[in-house]
């Protein structure tokens, strides 16, 4: 259903760092890097930070990354909280969204909820 997302990053360079390390567990990476904007993907940069410049205040965003298999869950959860990320939920099921639903939460260096979620069964 969506092209691609993208957020305004109050420190671009920390958000970066912060990306490069929890998306290649994912098997994500940086595609693009405009200086001002970075596009990560697989393929295609589907995914974007840049830099803040415009908006007053901030408006808590979440990204959900699909992960494909729990294991990449949990790889990409150690990879937040080496970065320094906050822990929201560390990976577990939850079977209020669904009985596979495997999913963990953390924030990035501007606050977003970021998750890695898998929905196959393991």
């Known amino acids: 259903m969506l092209d691609h997302v993208g ?19 994912l098997g994500l990476r940086r595609l693009s890097d405009f200086k001002v ?14 830099a803040l ?3 007053d205040g901030f408006r808590e965003s979440h990204i ?9 869950v949990d790889a990409f959860f150690a990879a937040a909280v080496a970065a320094g990320a906050e822990v929201l939920h ?3 099921i939850h079977p209020e969204y669904h009985p596979s639903y495997y999913g963990a939460f953390v924030r990035d260096p501007d606050g977003n909820n970021v998750e890695a979620v898998s929905h196959g069964p393991e």
Do not use: K, T
């Open 7 to 25: 957020l305004q990053c109050s420190d671009l360079a920390a958000s970066a760092a912060f990306y490069d390390a929890v998306l290649a567990p």
């Open 37 to 50: 904007a970075m596009g990560y993907g697989s393929e295609h940069a589907d995914f974007w930070i840049g």
């Open 53 to 55: 410049d415009s908006g």
């Open 64 to 72: 959900a990354f699909r992960a494909e298999s729990r294991a990449a």
């Open 90 to 92: 560390a990976p577990a």
